[in-house]
């Protein structure tokens, strides 16, 4: 099974890394080098989804964005090199674990502040249909990096006691 969702993962970093240049991170980029299609494509997005975080974003979300910036794009090279390298090595699994709880936690944050806007069910659950799956995704690759990492510890506990005994 750990390999089959090694190679969810790797889908999942390779569409990342463009979805974070491309739509998220956009605000970094000078007006006078920044593609068309970039504008074009955040517009339909606020458009079609509302998300307040794309047009009058609250100060916390700046520091999100730096996030983005500065550990999911290094992480996610990072993800995309291990994960294509199989089998996953512990420094890879201890890496995605610390992902998965800073991407879970980060966007259940904006999912209870998204919760609080002024919008119709079917608004909220457009957004939320973006929301959901990547929270659901983290918790997944939490719990399976969680796992993958105690049979780690355990055996390498287990050797320690037969060189003690």
């Not at 890394?17 to 006078?32: E, G, K, R």
């Not at 500065?70 to 090595?89: D, E, G, N």
């Amino acid at each position: 099974m750990g390999r089959r969702l090694d190679i969810v993962y790797l889908v999942f970093f390779i569409i990342h890394l463009p979805v974070m240049f491309v739509v998220d991170l956009t605000p970094f980029y000078p007006a006078s080098i920044k593609p068309a299609f970039m504008t074009a494509l955040r517009s339909y997005y606020v458009t079609t989804y509302r998300d307040q975080f794309f047009i009058a974003p609250p100060a916390w979300f700046t520091t999100y964005l730096y996030m983005e910036l500065l550990y999911h794009v290094p992480l996610t090279l990072f993800a995309i090199r291990a994960l294509w390298s199989a089998p996953l090595k512990p420094k890879a699994m201890l890496h995605l674990l610390l992902f998965s709880a800073q991407a879970g936690l980060t966007t259940l944050t904006c999912i209870a502040e998204a919760l609080s806007w002024d919008r119709t069910l079917e608004e909220q659950g457009r957004l939320m249909g973006l929301y959901l799956p990547y929270v659901a995704f983290a918790v997944l690759m939490g719990v399976d990096m969680f796992g993958r990492l105690s049979n780690v510890v355990e055996g390498a506990a287990g050797g320690e006691e037969k060189k003690r005994v």
